[in-house]
């Protein structure tokens, strides 16, 4: 599971599906509709919200958002608490440039024709979902496993 801290407008359409569908099964965690998953490190940043349903919802919106201004047809109806009112959660700089390392690996291999948008980007934009903060990868970031590369090769999912 992969639930971006970079803004969709990044992502391939591979990536952007991805997403979507991701960050439904995400919400199916967080609703208790599921027994997988329940102890990702990405939900972490969920279940630390006041709501953590809204706050998927409203990350489900962004994903969503961005396909419809692609002309994708996402279903928005899936999104069982849409969260509009829900406040924005901090994502650090260090977290940001470690995902931006990644997408853009995963974007020299599949899309390679998006990569300069993402490496012009003196600052990628966060998903519409956070705010960013200075500060190092986030500590549930499975990228700083012992089993798993260090920032500075591609990291892991």
């Not at 489900?60 to 419809?68: F, M, N, Y």
């Not at 995902?99 to 600052?123: G, Y």
Request: charged residues 20%; hydrophobic residues 40%; glycine residues 8%.
């Amino acid at each position: 599971m992969r639930l971006w801290s970079l803004h969709p407008r990044y992502l391939d359409r591979a990536g952007l599906t991805a997403g979507w569908r991701e960050g439904l099964l995400a919400q199916a965690v967080l609703a208790g509709r599921t027994r997988g998953y329940t102890r990702h490190p990405q939900l972490e940043r969920f279940r630390a919200c006041e709501q953590p349903l809204h706050s998927v919802g409203r990350y489900l919106e962004g994903v969503a958002d961005e396909a419809e201004r692609r002309g994708y047809r996402f279903d928005r109806t899936r999104i069982v608490s849409p969260g509009h009112d829900v406040p924005l959660v901090p994502v650090t700089t260090g977290q940001l440039a470690l995902e931006r390392a990644h997408l853009l690996a995963k974007l020299a291999v599949r899309s390679p024709a998006l990569v300069p948008a993402l490496q012009q980007a003196e600052e990628p934009d966060p998903h519409p979902f956070f705010v960013v903060v200075p500060g190092p990868v986030a500590t549930w970031e499975r990228a700083l496993s012992p089993a798993a590369p260090s920032p500075s090769g591609p990291p892991g999912t």
